[in-house]
């Protein structure tokens, strides 16, 4: 099992920043990518930024430029950090942080999401 959590996000004025972290542990020798996903209302889910194991990154064009995926490895957690700027207001949503653990098959672990609120 992984356990996920999350932290950051809140409200911000356009063109602001804001930094949101996820810290997962338990089997996290098996996590293969960490990202970060986000659902504003009445939309479905949508990635936003993954990081796989080896480092290499990926963006949803709505985000690039703007927004950095970082990893962070200790010795019984990873923290994946995205690192929020220029903020729209079309940004707002749930952001959820997303681990993926492949060993006997593949696993998909959720954070319980935060908030982040950009006003115009």
């Known amino acids: 099992q992984v356990q996920l959590v999350e932290s950051g996000g809140g409200l911000v004025q356009a063109g602001g920043s804001l930094r949101l972290s996820c810290a997962a542990s338990?089997?996290?020798?098996?996590?293969?990518?960490m990202g970060w996903y986000r659902q504003a209302p009445g939309k479905q889910r949508e990635l936003v930024a993954v990081?796989?194991?080896?480092?290499?990154?990926?963006?949803a064009d709505a985000v690039k430029g703007r927004f950095t995926i970082s990893r962070d490895n200790a010795k019984n957690t990873v923290t994946v950090t995205l690192q929020m700027n220029s903020l729209k207001p079309e940004d707002t949503a749930v952001y959820y942080c997303?681990?993926?653990?492949?060993?006997?098959?593949?696993?998909?672990?959720w954070g319980q999401g935060t908030q982040v609120t950009v006003s115009s």
């Open positions: 997303n681990a993926v653990r492949q060993l006997v098959g593949t696993a998909t672990y």
């Open positions: 338990g089997s996290i020798f098996s996590i293969t990518s």
């Open positions: 990081i796989a194991i080896g480092g290499s990154t990926n963006y």
